[in-house]
């Protein structure tokens, strides 16, 4: 079966701009985890959505946003970009609640300028 | 707030040789996971572990979940050079919501 499919893979924006990343999970998965990977902070965990829902949220700044549609893909946004916010960002989807783990996709690498 | 902590954070060894990792939790988790991540690569899903005490293994790999549900540890036997990457594991605070905290990982080089 298809994996976790992000787009883009690679993203180069500047200072103030804003940003939307793309996030297909397994079908058949309904929650979809998004997480911010730095050097320095390592894995951090954005939001999660289930069924269209955020169920559970991260201490990032309300720059950070997300949905998820009824088919289960899911978009997180980050407005007035700044040089901090260049990191590798994942989505994960399980099946509910990480049972059986969660599967990552392989990420969008965005590079603030 | 929940704090993972994984120990060490770098781990040098030998081709052949055996090691363990550690991972601790601040809270009483529901359940660890651990996942692998490769160079270059996103993290892998490779085990989750529920009940308190269990063990599984996966071939040179064999995971542990603490009695209390605070720690868990990974031991490698014979490490191979495709065993390299980072190691990070995961879990939800029972009881809390689901958000999973992950650790900052156990990166792993081996000298052939």
């Known amino acids: 079966k298809a994996g976790v499919t992000q787009t883009p893979r690679y993203l180069i924006k500047t200072r103030g701009q804003q940003v939307t990343l793309s996030c297909s999970p397994i079908s058949g998965h309904r929650s979809v985890s998004w997480y911010q990977q730095t050097p320095g902070q390592g894995l951090q965990f954005l939001f999660e959505y289930f069924s269209e829902t955020q169920r559970n949220k991260g201490n990032f700044p309300g720059r950070f946003s997300g949905r998820q549609f009824s088919n289960s893909r899911s978009e997180m946004n980050v407005s007035t970009l700044e040089l901090g916010d260049s990191a590798l960002y994942l989505c994960a989807s399980s099946l509910d609640r990480g049972i059986g783990g969660y599967t990552f996709g392989s990420g969008t690498r965005l590079t603030v300028v | 707030g929940q704090q993972v902590m994984q120990i060490p954070q770098y781990q040098h060894v030998q081709e052949g040789e055996d090691f363990t990792t550690y991972c601790n939790s601040s809270?009483?988790?529901?359940?660890i996971q651990w996942y692998k991540q490769r160079p270059g690569g996103h993290p892998v899903f490779l085990i989750q572990l529920v009940k308190s005490g269990e063990v599984k293994k996966q071939k040179r790999l064999t995971f542990q979940f603490g009695e209390a549900k605070k720690n868990s540890s990974l031991h490698i036997t014979a490490t191979q050079t495709t065993d390299v990457g980072t190691y990070f594991c995961?879990?939800?605070?029972?009881?809390?919501?689901?958000?999973?905290?992950f650790g900052k990982g156990m990166k792993l080089t081996v000298n052939p």
């Open positions: 995961a879990g939800p605070r029972q009881g809390g919501s689901e958000k999973l905290v």
């Open positions: 809270t009483t988790l529901s359940n």
